[in-house]
């Protein structure tokens, strides 16, 4: 009996003694989702960790202190904002009611992914749209009411089927894809891709459409650019780790 005392008493100490982990804070924003609505508090709880910041709840509070509901994310959201947390309100299914989104995770590349949560006017709920959530960067155009998502790839031309990524250093393709609402689920519809090839002095738009369940070309557009005017060198510096004017290898 003694001994097991003894053991108990060893592993307290221990615990006592193990550093403790980052305390949580908290962030408050109030937001009025419709016109019909009051402010609803948005409480995040959140911890430091080194250089980013980790969400590890989002609590929805009436003015008068009512929960509205409580959202545990399964894997913290990282982000390098203090100040909002990359918390934002935006209506991105055309409803005329704001919904939520806060940033998954810091990434290093060109696009960035977000949680999403559309307002259910009905329950009075958010419910979390995974197929919004999966779409990179994403923008909302409410006049058309279409969601675009922008991302970069390796750069491929179609008219001369020449890869420009493994040949040259200044090539780049933005990749900006469309999306409609069906059945109230964000459909692809098509996209537009531009290609980049600085060293090359050519800029290329290609646009697709999904026909019959493909996506097919309907349309290429060639130009002629001058880096140094159409991207400024501080931004291809930025950008690709390059000067623009740099002969290609």
């Known amino acids: 009996m003694r001994s097991s005392l003894r053991r108990i008493l060893a ?15 908290t962030l408050e924003v109030k937001e009025q989702l419709h016109p019909d609505l009051p402010p ?3 409480r995040l709880s959140y911890h430091q960790d080194g250089m980013y910041w980790y969400v590890e709840t989002i609590t929805i509070l009436r003015e008068d202190g009512n929960l509205v509901q409580s959202i545990a994310l399964e894997t913290p959201a990282e982000t390098f904002d203090n100040e909002t ?16 989104y806060i940033m998954q995770y810091v990434s290093l590349g060109s696009s960035l992914l ?3 949560w559309l307002w259910d006017p009905a329950t009075q709920q958010f419910v979390y749209n995974m197929p919004l959530s999966q ?4 923008t909302f155009d409410q006049n058309q009411q279409l969601v675009h998502g922008h991302s970069r790839e390796a750069s491929y031309d179609p008219l001369t089927q020449q890869d420009y990524s493994a040949v040259r250093n200044g090539a780049t393709k933005a990749v900006e894809t469309h999306y409609t609402y069906i059945g109230g689920v964000p459909v692809l519809i098509g996209q537009t891709s531009r290609v980049f090839d600085l ?6 738009t ?8 493909e996506m097919m070309i309907t ?23 390059r000067d623009p004017n740099a002969a290609s290898e």
């Open 11 to 25: 592993a307290l100490l221990l615990l006592c003694l193990l550093p403790l982990g980052a305390a949580a804070e």
């Open 40 to 42: 609803f508090l948005f």
């Open 85 to 100: 947390l990359s918390l934002g309100f935006e209506d991105m299914n055309f409803d005329g009611y704001a919904d939520m």
């Open 114 to 116: 977000y949680h999403c």
């Open 135 to 138: 779409i990179p960067s994403p």
């Open 199 to 204: 060293d090359g002095h050519t800029a290329i």
């Open 206 to 213: 290609i646009i697709e459409s999904i026909v019959d369940g």
């Open 219 to 241: 349309d290429i557009q060639r130009e002629e650019i001058d880096p140094e005017q159409y991207l400024t060198p501080e931004y291809v510096q930025e950008e690709y780790g």
